[in-house]
């Protein structure tokens, strides 16, 4: 920290010019009080020229603090002699949360927001000043807003699986899941605990029963939002006030903002054989700086890489099953090109099943890969799936005499995991392991190549709220969604352009994002960040996605029209709605702290 000796003119009216441009929060009533902190070996004046622009700010007093403080720089209110953060609520207008959450004044544990009136129905998300990002040693986190999945624990709220009965049956959490403890004891803010699929399951709009699905800012606003995490998503997507969106697994929701797949050792509640979370934010290089936070926050880091100085190989598998010729793989093809541009080396386009018909591992005998690997997800994902609930489904029986409403789609997983034998279960797990190791050895090449994998994961097309939902099916572990959890390695969906459709609901020409996945080895998380960071700087492709329902313009006009509807739909409010706010900024001083530092 500077001095206040040291505050001159030019200084303060740079900092508080660029609190006005970037800081939601603070607001020029604000100026009324100034509280200056510095150490304490120095004088309480300013000097007149500084005074001078007080003056033109309407500022009224300016206190000077020379001692060590708790205090965070930012708007405040003064409240019978004591100082209280101000926050700004925002309404959840896409309804990605299912309750917002504050830190509890009397212990280290979170609260409910809302007055406990409108129980879980969430209307509006508080948000910090962005004067608090003043990270440390003790809070690397401080300033960072953060959704949080309602899978994962947070000490203090309830956690409810996007199920009422769940939520119903047990007591709010006693402590946060591990793997996030640092994020909120390093000073993060949880904005709140935002909806997923029940039982982290594939679950449509149209049967979403117990808590409504959230909305989709992208196209017309009337797609399905996808993905368990879809929650975490819509908040990142949709909101300027969110940074990071923390989900679970690897599900790719088709709002597609960037996403990551960190291999964090991690607490939920119930589903223990969760093996890992996924991040989500809108801006490349905060995601890279905040995966690095956490992951230095673990007591069980990734073991360092041994691949790095090896060659490079870049693979592209071609058996994906998805059409060809399209706007999607125009779009995916070039971000081919420009990845092997980057490398300066050839991607090696290979089909892993006939790779595997060449080079099969002897336990197959002479199976092929989709025959040998037929009942994997099953015997693993749903049985797993199935066990992690006995406890749910026994002590809600118990309590309440009769069995928990899950959606139907949860009913069907629960039966075939219901079916399938602890002995069936070790042989899924015996093949996974199985392909796993043949699956690094033959098409990642490990210990010969550093290698990067790229692949599209899905067609991308119009999937409306309001349609049937398809078919029940399970997806064999060989496709591509499976390829970074079973191999244990991180995975990264980058936006890469965008194709057009006529919708059905708007009546006129929408557009949907396309994205790409690139997977490097395993252990490789933070290299694979900072590869890609590196990549699409080097070609020229954007690292920041917007809010506006058109996320991002590609790189190449697939769509030359696609800049000109752009539309911001979440303006900024120009004041939290609150009566009980705009009643404590008539009774009570404005006041804006701030730390001195000498260059800032």
Request: hydrophobic share 35%; charged share 25%; proline share 6%.
């Amino acid at each position: 920290m500077g001095d206040h000796k040291n505050v001159e003119r030019p200084w303060l009216e740079q900092y508080i010019d660029s609190c006005l441009a970037d800081d939601d929060v603070f607001k020029p009533e604000f100026l009324n009080v100034l509280v200056f902190v510095g150490p304490q070996d120095q004088g309480n004046e300013v000097s007149a020229e500084v005074r001078s622009l007080f003056e033109s700010w309407g500022t009224k007093y300016c206190v000077i603090i020379a001692e060590t403080t708790d205090l965070l720089p930012g708007p405040h209110l003064a409240i019978d002699g004591k100082l209280y953060q101000v926050f700004r609520l925002y309404d959840d207008v896409q309804a990605a949360f299912l309750v917002s959450v504050r830190a509890s004044m009397q212990s280290d544990c979170y609260e409910l927001l809302n007055d406990g009136r409108h129980g879980w129905a969430c209307c509006s998300a508080a948000v910090p000043s962005r004067q608090t990002f003043h990270p440390s040693v003790r809070k690397p986190f401080q300033g960072w807003r953060v959704a949080l999945k309602d899978a994962i624990d947070l000490e203090g709220i309830n956690t409810s699986m996007c199920n009422r009965a769940y939520l119903g049956l047990y007591p709010p959490a006693r402590i946060t899941a591990p793997a996030i403890a640092g994020i909120v004891s390093g000073g993060a803010s949880i904005l709140g605990k935002t909806k997923l699929s029940s039982f982290l399951s594939r679950e449509e709009p149209s049967e979403s029963v117990d808590f409504q699905s959230p909305w989709n800012p992208r196209g017309d606003g009337y797609q399905t939002p996808g993905g368990s995490s879809s929650g975490s998503g819509v908040a990142t997507a949709a909101y300027d006030w969110v940074d990071i969106g923390i989900g679970t697994d690897k599900g790719q929701p088709s709002v597609t903002e960037y996403s990551a797949c960190a291999l964090v050792e991690e607490y939920s509640h119930m589903m223990g054989y969760i093996s890992r979370f996924g991040l989500l934010a809108r801006d490349l290089s905060r995601m890279a700086k905040f995966m690095d936070l956490w992951y230095n926050s673990q007591a069980k880091k990734p073991a360092a890489p041994s691949q790095k100085d090896l060659p490079v190989a870049f693979v592209v598998p071609t058996d994906s099953g998805l059409e060809e010729n399209t706007s999607q793989s125009t779009i995916v093809n070039d971000m081919i090109r420009d990845f092997e541009s980057f490398l300066g080396v050839t991607a090696r386009r290979i089909s892993v099943s006939s790779l595997w018909d060449k080079k099969p591992p002897s336990e197959a005998e002479g199976q092929s890969l989709h025959l040998y690997m037929k009942d994997v997800g099953a015997r693993t994902f749903l049985y797993s799936n199935y066990h992690a609930g006995d406890e749910f489904r026994d002590e809600y029986l118990k309590k309440s005499g009769k069995t928990p409403f899950v959606s139907p789609f949860v009913r069907w997983r629960w039966k075939l995991g219901k079916a399938i034998t602890a002995e069936e279960h070790e042989d899924g797990m015996q093949r996974m392991r199985v392909y796993e190791q043949w699956f690094l050895k033959e098409v990642m090449q490990v210990k010969r190549f550093n290698s990067f994998l790229m692949s599209q994961s899905e067609d991308v097309k119009p999937m409306y709220r309001d349609d049937s939902p398809p078919d029940y099916h399970v997806q064999p572990a060989w496709h591509p969604w499976w390829f970074s959890s079973i191999l244990g390695a991180p995975e990264l969906v980058l936006p890469s352009g965008q194709i057009s459709y006529e919708s059905r609901i708007s009546g006129r020409k929408e557009y949907l994002p396309v994205v790409t996945n690139l997977m490097g080895l395993p252990g490789t998380d933070l290299d694979l960040v900072d590869t890609a960071q590196k990549f699409l700087k080097a070609v020229g492709r954007p690292t920041i996605v917007s809010s506006d329902y058109l996320k991002f313009m590609p790189k190449k006009d697939v769509e030359k029209d696609a800049g000109t509807a752009t539309i911001a739909l979440f303006p900024a409010m120009s004041m939290p709605r609150s009566q009980d706010f705009e009643r404590v900024f008539l009774l009570f001083q404005e006041i804006f702290v701030i730390f001195e530092q000498r260059g800032r």
